[in-house]
């Protein structure tokens, strides 16, 4: 009996992130690959440095699908989020297709796009 591999056909995802606050810290970006994981548990994660308040991450070998990009500006180097007592941000964040979110976080639907060949979006 033998066995056969099919060869699923992957991409890169680069990631250029624009108009940083400062040249601080440095950028946790992550895609995500479901609605349900969408902001809290990524699929890939990258760590950006920051050079002229811009950074450039890229994911490499991705299977073709739907998928969102978010990221957090972590100014102060704690590996986090920073919000207020409100639990609004401190911190810069933003999704792919420059998604906005109203009272509350940006939503999946806003933020997903089909990757079918390799691309590259920018998030300002």
Known sequence: MSSVTVAQNTYSIEVTIENLKSDDGKVL??????EKDFLEDTFMGEVGVIKDK???VVFNNVPSGTYAVSYIHDANDNDK??????GIPKE???CSNNAKGFMGPPKWEDA???LTE?????IN
């Open 29 to 34: 970006v992550g895609l995500y690959n479901t």
């Open 54 to 56: 811009t950074t450039k």
């Open 81 to 86: 989020m920073d919000t207020n007592f409100m």
């Open 92 to 94: 810069g964040y933003g």
């Open 112 to 114: 997903k796009f089909e």
């Open 118 to 122: 390799s691309i590259s979006i920018t």
